[in-house]
């Protein structure tokens, strides 16, 4: 593990020079949400990086998500995509196994997994998987069945359809490299929690 360091170009301020001068109305701080704050955001080594890489994978999976659920909601005419073989987003994502989960579309399903996703990401500061270590192994089954979930709606798209959602592919795609990127943290916290088990 590396020590507490700073990140060279780090976003924003650190939290206690952000602090209210006045209780006033909403929530209240605390010095442990702090450190996450400043960890998440300035923080550098103990798998934050990796933490920020399947954030940014998983922003980037909701962002196509979000071209398509726009087109399943009715919000856009045609989800936009060259005009190429073997794409087409506006007859997969039209089709009614599209809609078959819940009687509603399967985008705003994968936006919400998503958000869990982007949540464990940043749940605990840097020393969670020592401190925290179901949480990185949470993250790590978490992407894993996001990554399977992608490989099976792209085999059901090829196999149904004979064709493909270009913003599904990215969706898949990121949501495919982003389980690597859980595996390091999730080890340590691994090898964390048997060290836990042998001593007692």
Request: proline share 6%; glycine share 8%.
């Amino acid at each position: 593990m590396s020590s507490e360091t700073t990140r060279q170009r780090p976003a924003g301020p650190p939290a206690r020079e952000v602090r209210p001068t006045s209780k006033g109305i909403g929530r209240g701080s605390s010095i442990a949400a702090e450190r996450v704050s400043d960890d998440l955001r300035r923080g550098a080594g103990d798998f934050l990086e990796q933490r920020r890489r399947v954030s940014a994978l998983t922003l980037a999976s909701m962002a196509a998500l979000g071209v398509v659920a726009a087109y399943q909601n009715g919000l856009i005419r045609r989800p936009p995509e060259p005009r190429v073989s073997p794409l087409d987003a506006e007859r997969v994502d039209a089709s009614g196994e599209a809609y078959q989960l819940f009687r509603t579309p399967d985008a705003a399903l994968g936006l919400l997994s998503g958000a869990a996703t982007l949540v464990l990401a940043g749940i605990g500061d840097r020393g969670r998987s020592r401190s925290l270590p179901l949480l990185p192994l949470a993250l790590a089954v978490k992407a894993a069945a996001d990554a399977a979930s992608a490989g099976v709606l792209t085999v059901e798209q090829l196999s149904k359809h004979r064709r493909f959602c270009s913003w599904c592919l990215v969706a898949a795609a990121a949501n495919l490299a982003a389980f690597p990127q859980t595996l390091p943290e999730a080890k340590a916290a691994w090898r964390r929690l048997r060290g836990q088990r042998r001593t007692h």
